[in-house]
T-cell receptor
Framework: DTEVTQTPKHLVMGMTNKKSLKCEQH?????MYWYKQKAKKPPELMFV???????INESVPSRFSPECPNSSLLNLHLHALQPEDSALYLC???????????????FGPGTRLLVL | GQNIDQPTEMTATEGAIVQINCTYQ??????LFWYQQHAGEAPTFLSY????GLEEKGRFSSFLSRSKGYSYLLLKELQMKDSASYLC???????????FGAGTRLFVKA
């Protein structure tokens, strides 16, 4: 099983709304990520959780708030977003094999967010 | 600083072989990912190279030269469904930071 699931698939929200994106994986991966991807651009790293602790925050505005309730779940709480935050939000998880440093990183299908 | 370069677009013919190059300059290099991304979909993991050399997985192979800061993805027996963007991404040491190149859009024609 190499599946990362994300809900919802699509989300439309106003600038005053509060919403949450959810991500789940059952591969036992201990690193989980949020990326933002605009059309025809590569994914941009937002946050990384390692062993349920926030490891990287790429200077993301505080209107995006990540949460890792347990080793399988990752949330992204959204509040007071701007229209320019409209994008595809991708969750990913990865695991490193210690003996040869081989790594696999799998992406979820993403949540397509539109902020009006 | 860091810099990852890939060609913007490539076109190839069904059944042919195509090589997509990626050059990088980064401090603290750990390894290099290749992903395939179809329009409107999430990236799909293809490979991760840590050591120099060629790794083959079916029709797709990936090569890395750490000393030259160079990698390529080789696609054999091209099929129409291989039309997609191909992203190379550098994993830096000391954490989980991954930096993506801008991607190469591959068009496969009949």
């Amino acid at each position: 099983d190499t599946e990362v699931t994300q809900t919802p698939k699509h989300l439309v929200m106003g600038m005053t709304n509060k919403k949450s994106l959810k991500c789940e994986q059952h591969m036992g991966h201990r690193a989980m990520y949020w990326y933002k991807q605009k059309a025809k651009k590569p994914p941009e790293l937002m946050f990384v959780y390692s062993y349920e602790k926030l490891s990287i925050n790429e200077s993301v505005p505080s209107r995006f708030s990540p949460e890792c309730p347990n080793s399988s779940l990752l949330n992204l709480h959204l509040h007071a977003l701007q229209p320019e935050d409209s994008a595809l939000y991708l969750c990913a998880s990865s695991q490193v094999r210690r003996e040869d440093r081989q790594e696999t990183q799998y992406f979820g299908p993403g949540t397509r967010l539109l902020v009006l | 600083g860091q810099n990852i370069d890939q060609p913007t677009e490539m076109t190839a013919t069904e059944g042919a072989i195509v090589q997509i190059n990626c050059t990088y300059q980064t401090s603290g290099f750990n390894g290099l990912f290749w992903y395939q991304q179809h329009a409107g979909e999430a990236p799909t993991f293809l490979s991760y190279n840590v050591l120099d050399g060629l790794e083959e997985k079916g029709r797709f192979s990936s090569f890395l030269s750490r000393s030259k800061g160079y990698s390529y993805l080789l696609l054999k027996e091209l099929q129409m469904k291989d039309s997609a963007s191909y992203l190379c991404a550098v994993r830096r040491t000391g954490g989980f930071k991954t930096i993506f190149g801008a991607g190469t859009r591959l068009f496969v024609k009949a």
